[in-house]
């Protein structure tokens, strides 16, 4: 799975201490169906707590409380995405079609397969992905739809609308190993509607609607606790690092070969177009997943539920290539969503290929895996809620000349030692992109009475760039406790007023 690939050989980021996070969090394994490939696709609990897992290879099995897996579909393709749908009903995204499975008889197994909605296109190329769905407050469906890649051409027969737009004709593109994909851009979209998210309204009965463009290989979508809509990208062409958009209706967010979908689209091929006009065009992202420091294939968005204190209602990503989650805590600066992000259960303990997320009824975190023979891994494991949390950065408050860092618990002032940074990235056709711009920023900290908030004035903000905040000593609790993930990276879109 290329989204998986785009960067095996980059260096892993450093680990915490692997027992200090796995002591604060221990990870146990969850037994899977015996001779089925747990690889996985999509996972979601039930309104009555049962665990339902959609499989990469096209199972979908329902854990029992009890422990036992009963099976309730098969035969799916390829499915990556999973969430239930009223009493005995799942739906599955697969990746020709967004699926219905019903359980009609009352007894365990999907009955009845029922296409919701399969309007998009396919052309035959290896990584046309489909993610999601991710129900809206709306009640409305909404799913993520990869581009094609350069490393393949298509097929002579392909579904749906061939888009011209581009220099590589379809002649070309069906050569098979004669294609030269460069031709095609890095990523590409010629059938619709690839590199976009979609809104299927009323479970399919009304007609599917292009919600936004610009997307890559969108592997993570899903709402926050407030109901906005988050998608994150993998890094590679038009993505400096990967990106954590919130998604608005009509927005543009940044892959330009999605542009050709827009209803009225006259500009020609958009990977043509001046990299100002693409500036102008497109959404900030309201987070950055730093490259190789963080995450260098962000996953599947979860809501911390209210077990996890003051985590509640934050974000938690998963993670293919290193053995590491990454949180998100957000924030509304001059109506604009934007934040901070943190290495989450930094340990080696959790392996990685983590892949698809799920909060139980009693607020354990489970996380599937998968790997499809590139960077990854395989099986389920859980992380029970703690009963106290580690000592952590909660969030970062943006000051008008400064940051305010807030700690889940009070720390030590004389050990603190804050070293802040500011950097960004390139936005350019080019795959990837090195930190540029980078600046030490002098700050002289203040501690609060209480010892859990932290004061950084800074002389400067800069709108655009990540402003990244670590802690060089990491045994700054009052107790010598450890500060588990000791570094934040926040991306300013809006200055605050």
Not at 197 to 220: C, H, Q
Not at 280 to 304: C, E, W, Y
Request: proline share 7%; aromatic share 10%; glycine share 12%.
């Amino acid at each position: 799975m290329i989204l998986f690939a785009l960067t095996l050989f980059a260096a892993a980021p450093k680990a915490a201490p692997a027992d200090a996070w796995a002591e604060a969090m221990p990870i146990t394994k969850v037994e899977t169906p015996a001779k089925v490939d747990d690889q996985v696709g999509g996972m979601t609990f039930l309104d009555d707590g049962r665990l339902a897992v959609a499989f990469h290879r096209g199972e979908v099995f329902i854990r029992e409380k009890d422990g036992t897996w009963n099976q309730f579909a098969e035969g799916l393709h390829e499915p990556l995405g999973i969430i239930q749908d009223g009493k005995n009903a799942l739906i599955v995204m697969q990746r020709p079609e967004l699926t219905r499975l019903e359980d009609t008889t009352g007894k365990g197994k999907a009955n009845v397969y029922r296409t919701l909605w399969d309007g998009f296109g396919m052309s035959g190329n290896y990584h046309e992905f489909a993610f999601g769905p991710a129900r809206g407050p709306d009640g409305a469906l909404y799913v993520a739809l990869n581009l094609a890649s350069a490393g393949d051409g298509v097929f002579k027969e392909i579904r749906g609308t061939w888009s011209e737009i581009g220099k590589a004709n379809r002649e070309q593109m069906t050569a098979g190993k004669g294609f030269k994909g460069a031709l095609a851009g890095r990523m590409y979209s010629r059938v619709p509607y690839r590199g976009c998210v979609m809104r299927i309204p009323n479970d399919g009965k009304g007609p599917a609607e292009l919600y936004a463009t610009g997307f890559r290989s969108p592997d993570g979508i899903g709402f926050d606790a407030d109901g906005r809509l988050m998608v994150n990208d993998n890094q590679g062409d038009w993505r400096g690092s990967s990106p954590l958009h919130f998604v608005t209706k009509g927005s543009f967010n940044g892959h330009p070969a999605s542009l050709v979908w827009t209803p009225g689209w006259n500009q020609g091929d958009p990977l043509e177009l001046p990299i100002d006009t693409l500036e102008k065009m497109r959404s900030q992202p309201g987070g950055i997943f730093i490259h190789v420091d963080l995450s260098n294939s962000p996953t599947q968005p979860a809501i911390f539920p209210a077990q996890w204190g003051p985590l509640a209602k934050q974000v938690v990503f998963g993670e293919m290539n290193v053995a590491r989650l990454v949180r998100f805590a957000g924030e509304e600066v001059q109506g604009v969503y934007q934040g901070a992000m943190f290495p989450f259960l930094d340990t080696k303990e959790l392996r990685n290929g983590n892949h698809r997320l799920a909060f139980s009824p009693e607020g354990a975190l489970l996380v599937g895996k998968t790997h499809l023979s590139w960077a990854g891994n395989n099986g389920i494991v859980q992380i029970n809620a703690p009963q106290k949390l580690p000592l952590l950065i909660e969030r970062v408050h943006l000051l008008k000349q400064g940051f305010e860092v807030h700690f889940t618990e009070p720390v030590n002032g004389d050990t603190l030692q804050p070293i802040v940074k500011r950097f960004r990235y390139k936005y350019h056709a080019i795959y990837g992109s090195p930190k540029i711009d980078t600046d030490d920023l002098p700050t002289t900290p203040s501690l609060s009475a209480d010892g859990r908030t932290l004061t950084l004035p800074l002389t400067e903000i800069r709108e655009g760039f990540i402003h990244e905040i670590r802690f060089a000593k990491t045994a700054c609790g009052q107790d010598g406790r450890p500060l588990l993930g000791p570094v934040a990276y926040y991306q300013v879109v809006k200055q605050a007023p």
